[in-house]
């Protein structure tokens, strides 16, 4: 791990998109987003105003405590509050824990965009150079296709052996199942590399 502390309040910028940390404003399009049913296919239950807020609380915590987390994505001229993107620690056990987390939620009118992809691609830089993290996970239930192919997309490998039960959920819930993807800095390094 890198010793050195990260900047506190990073700024991450792609082509198109910008992972900035969370103001109050974002609250409101972030209730919208955890309540969408389509949003939300691929988790228990779309989220109540107040269990958004919640979260809100949660990743300002995980900011707190870390230095980083899952950045607002703005798009600029598009939409100043897309979803988020980012980097968070695992909370709970499994065998591929303690680890640190790649994941996405954004509104369902930006998807196809590949805008989820340029902006994870800018948090995975920040957590292998500037954290200097030695891997990144990312999972996601089976049918989650569309999340699936952005962790392709970033190189991500996945080994069905790997495949877990989500602890948090109960017995025979229908998302318990989820894959998991992995990315090494080692080998992250080596595809940046020019060719």
Known sequence: MNNNPPPEHPLLRGERVLLRRWRAGDREPFAAINADPVAMRHFPAPLSTADSDALADRIQSHFDQHGFGPWALDIPGVAEFAGFVGLLRVSFEAHF????????RLAPALW???YAGEAAACALRYGFLALGLPEIVSFTVPANQRSLAVMQRLGMHYDIREDFLHPRLPPEHPLRLHRLYRIGREEWLERQAPR
């Open 97 to 104: 824990t303690p680890a640190v987390e790649i994941g996405w």
């Open 112 to 114: 196809g965009q590949g």
